[in-house]
């Protein structure tokens, strides 16, 4: 990978709308240069026997069971709605 330069840093500093002088835009290009340079060594490692994984460890569903169950009754839920109508609850608009 070609070496990440002063005005690459600034460039993507002033989209970042971030206010860098040139001894850190300096600063961050020897930075990130060396984070590329150690991200690139993984590039080196042999992947061919290792499995894809999400995650390191043996993860476990630990939540129960989903089966259904019946709500509250309408009565009870629209009994606390502020206000209703035909049934459902009424919401104030916020499209038009």
Known sequence: MTKITKDEVK???HLARLNIDEQEA??????LGSIITFAEQLNELDTENVE?????LDMKN???EDKPVDGLPREQVLKNAPD?????????TILE
Do not use: S, Y
């Not at 300096?26 to 930075?31: H, L, V």
């Not at 894809?52 to 390191?56: A, E, K, L, Q, S």
């Open 26 to 31: 300096e600063k961050f290009a020897d930075q």
């Open 84 to 92: 209703h109508q035909d049934g459902q609850v009424k919401v104030p």
């Open 11 to 13: 460039h993507v500093a």
């Open 62 to 64: 630990i939540l129960r």
């Open 52 to 56: 894809p994984t999400t995650h390191v």
